[in-house]
């Protein structure tokens, strides 16, 4: 599966719309980001980006409630991993070397 995810512009680099670059905050881990795609995009607003490549932009009203999602589905997924691990014990599948 694919995953396009936001991230915040803290830098840009290149005059030239052709190769433009940008530094891009996820929650703390900065990227450097292909910007072509997204000429418009500036520092603090926010893109969503996909293998290295920022493809559009979006409000921060919007970006928050894409994180609030990718949180929801991350909460969601430690209690599906800890499903998964009573499932196994269940059906004899657990590797009890652990």
């Known amino acids: 599966m694919c995953l396009a995810v936001p991230g915040k512009v803290v830098s840009v680099e290149g005059e030239s719309d052709l ?14 980001i292909c910007l072509t795609y997204v000429p418009e995009a500036g520092v603090g607003d926010y893109v969503i980006v996909h293998a290295g490549f920022a493809i559009s932009t979006l409000d921060q009203e919007a970006a928050g409630q894409v994180f609030e999602y990718l949180g929801q589905m991350n909460a969601s ?4 991993g800890e499903a998964d691990d009573e499932r196994e014990e269940r059906e004899g599948l657990h ?3 652990r």
Not at 19 to 32: A, I, N, Q, T
């Open 77 to 80: 997924g430690e209690t599906e």
């Open 95 to 97: 590797d009890h070397r």
């Open 19 to 32: 190769l433009r670059m940008g530094k891009v905050d996820f929650g703390g881990v900065l990227k450097e």
